[in-house]
């Protein structure tokens, strides 16, 4: 197999281990154990908390004393142990502590992969700006595949998707000491300061209103991608309980309906070099803002049967939502800031909207579902929950309209997208 083969398949196996499980956990959670919604909220800010500090960490490590694919296949073994343990927990405390541990190590090695993939590619002299986003589409497809793969094996309210996700992150492991080595490049290196070394520098931005403004608005923007991620499915396999839909397709092949929502994500990410050139940043967070919008009022709105083209339309717009914040707020913080804090900023915009904002959204949605939108008997008020998430958005993108200010300037963005 041939370099570009075997970083496919390390992108593919990489996002494979999050796609076996992410999705469905509410599943196991609701469905499985029973536990309650307050204390779930607590899963989905794991990845946020596990962002704040790990990618930052493993990357001085990776940089200074260990093979960043070493690390990388350490972290990985490390996780699948957790992820093995975690359907013995009958506890909702102690499953919250293992998962937490499990993203402690999975989380930055989503960073360790891409230095990995620039590094060998770079050795091997390809042009790696051309060359990785075709490999780096792979793991996407490998998250797809995973939702398939519990979805059809009957695992989706089941522990066997810890499993799944564990055999992979092994496999992944014993794979990655097999990968061309990715030495040190600053070791024994000296000079930088502490809060250089940390990316801390960055927050400087905060001074400037409009980088201010945009890394906030991120945040807000950021929790809400968790709602979908947390509740989606488990939205979709409770209409079991509306004898008319029990066994529709929607109901037995939930995870698959919601993998349409990362097969738009591969193709509308070719529209944004588009958008961004033509309409500037500021009308394309907003049309992801509007996205959002659309996102969830489709599905409060959508059923198995005669809304069912609400719930397919919600899942393609789930792309727009998504690409466009995620991917078109890189850009804009690649425009805005100066070489010398340009990857610092690009790791707080992770921070703000994987860490900051994860914590925010995972945390709050999980007080207010337990608190105003479930019933006497223990069901969620679907129809409320995701209007209530409409609204949230539409509040988000009216501040963000009025407060943002920002002139576009299309041969900017034309320099950075090519």
């Known amino acids: 197999m041939g370099i570009k083969g ?65 690390l990388y296949g350490i972290l990985h073994l490390l996780g699948g142990v957790a992820l093995l343990y975690l359907p013995q927990i009958d506890n909702p405390t102690l499953f919250i502590t293992v998962i937490l541990l499990a993203m402690i190590c999975y989380m930055p090695t989503i960073a360790l992969m891409n230095s990995i993939s620039y590094t060998v590619l770079k050795n091997n002299n390809y042009d790696v700006i051309k060359v ?25 309210a089941t522990a066997n998707q810890f499993y799944i ?12 000491f097999t990968m061309p080595q990715c030495k040190p490049q600053n070791k024994g290196q000296k000079g930088a300061t502490l809060t250089e070394i940390l990316g801390l520098n960055a927050f ?46 929607v109901v037995k092949y939930s995870t698959i309906i919601m993998s349409i929502s990362q097969v738009s994500e591969t193709l509308f990410i070719l529209a944004i070099p588009f958008f961004l050139k033509k309409f500037g940043i500021k009308k394309v967070m907003l049309i992801s803002m509007v996205a959002w919008v659309l996102r969830f009022g489709l599905f409060a709105y959508g059923d198995p049967e005669g809304g069912l083209w609400m719930i397919i339309l919600s899942c393609i717009i789930y792309g727009m939502a998504f690409d466009f914040f995620n991917v078109s707020g890189s850009l804009f913080v690649e425009t805005q800031c100066d ?28 007080v ?31 501040f963000f309209a009025i407060l943002f200010k920002h002139k576009h300037n299309p041969e900017v963005i034309g320099k950075v997208s090519h």
Do not use: C, H
Not at 146 to 154: E, F, I, K, P, Q
Not at 379 to 391: E, L, S
């Open 204 to 249: 400087k931005l905060f001074k400037n209103y409009k980088m201010a403004l945009f890394f906030i608005f991120s945040m807000f923007l950021g929790a809400a991608l968790q709602l979908t991620n947390m509740y989606g499915d488990r939205f979709l396999s409770e209409f079991e309980k509306v004898p008319q839909y029990a066994d529709s397709f």
């Open 368 to 398: 207010i579902i337990g608190a105003f939108f479930t019933s006497s008997k223990g069901d969620f008020i679907w129809m409320d929950i995701w209007n209530t998430f409409a609204i949230y958005s539409v509040v988000i993108a009216i």
């Open 165 to 176: 996700a564990a055999v992979a992150s092994f496999v992944l492991a014993v794979y990655s």
């Open 132 to 156: 990785f986003p075709p490999i780096r589409v792979w793991g996407t497809i490998g998250f797809i595949a995973a939702m398939w793969v519990t979805n059809l094996s009957g695992s989706k």
């Open 6 to 70: 075997r970083l496919t398949l390390l992108n593919f196996l990489q996002f494979f281990i999050w796609g076996a499980w992410l999705i469905t956990i509410a599943n196991y959670w609701f469905g499985n154990k029973g536990w309650s919604p307050q204390e779930f909220g607590a899963v989905f800010s794991t990845l946020g908390i596990s962002s704040l500090f790990m990618p930052t960490l493993t990357g001085i490590i990776a940089d200074r004393w260990i093979n960043a694919e070493r």
């Open 339 to 366: 070489s010398n804090v340009r990857s610092s900023a690009q790791g707080l915009f992770m921070m703000m909207t994987n860490g900051f904002g994860a914590i925010l959204g995972s945390w709050l949605s999980g």
